[in-house]
């Protein structure tokens, strides 16, 4: 009688309904929606009242009356829990290791990249000197006129 207003329980001893043995209830597996186990628990009652017509009545005071209580229930069996575990479980263990490992990997990559950036950039700096030398970019008009060449041929 879980769920009954008080009233009803009160009439009938030994009545104590506890949510935890009474209710219904399905345990699924969270990443695959497999359902573990499942319980459900019906009780049919009936309503029973004084009836005029009828003396053996006279003394029912208006109440819910329990006649039957059905307890169905299912789980899987071991080969099944075993094949989850195996095939799901393992699988998603390895991918939460390997996803931490990359994370743990990006965070290397963006603490060291800066530091490698920075150390070249100053090296960079140090070993270029000032004096002008000739560099594949220098074009031939330019050095023609550094040697006193005119850009004619001699003939």
């Known amino acids: 009688m879980l769920g009954v207003d008080e009233e009803y329980t009160a009439l009938i001893d030994g009545m104590d ?20 186990t499942g319980g459900k628990r019906v009780q049919f009652n009936m309503f029973l009242r004084r009836i005029d017509a009828i003396k053996l009545t006279d003394r029912l ?19 099944m829990v075993k094949l989850i575990d195996d095939s ?21 990559l963006a603490i060291l990249m800066p530091i490698v950036y ?7 700096n140090d070993s270029r000197s000032i004096s002008p030398a000739v560099t594949a970019t220098t ?13 004619e041929r001699n003939k």
Not at 21 to 35: A, S
Not at 88 to 108: F, R, Y
């Open 17 to 36: 309904p506890e949510p935890e043995r009474h209710q219904i209830f399905v345990d699924v597996e969270p990443y695959t929606g497999t359902p573990l």
């Open 61 to 79: 005071q208006p109440t819910l009356f329990p006649v039957i209580w059905i307890d169905e229930g299912i789980a899987l069996n071991e080969d």
């Open 88 to 108: 799901l479980m393992k699988v998603l263990s390895l991918l939460d290791i390997v996803q931490w490992a990359m994370i743990a990997v990006g965070l290397l």
């Open 118 to 124: 920075f150390v070249k950039r100053c090296r960079g």
């Open 139 to 151: 074009s031939a008009a330019s050095l023609s006129m550094a040697t006193g060449v005119t850009g």
